[in-house]
């Protein structure tokens, strides 16, 4: 079986934070050695856990990213 242990995303929590989608995609990817689109739908999972969480750090919803 091919599946990669559940690992926090926190390493681009700043990144996500920030709103730099592109380099939160690029840091998932590389520090987790997930494929692009594991990186694309593990940083939509953890926005959604961040934005939860901390609800005034963000000022635009996902579809505005």
């Known amino acids: 079986m091919n599946e ?4 926090p995303l926190t390493v681009a929590d700043s990144e996500i934070l920030a709103g730099r989608t592109i380099s939160a995609i690029k840091t998932i990817h590389e520090h987790l050695g997930r ?3 594991e990186a694309v739908l593990a940083y939509h999972d953890r926005w959604e ?4 969480e901390q609800p005034d750090a963000f000022a635009e ?3 505005d990213h």
């Open 35 to 37: 494929s692009l689109q």
């Open 4 to 7: 990669k242990p559940a690992v």
């Open 49 to 52: 856990v961040l934005r939860r």
């Open 61 to 63: 919803a996902l579809d």
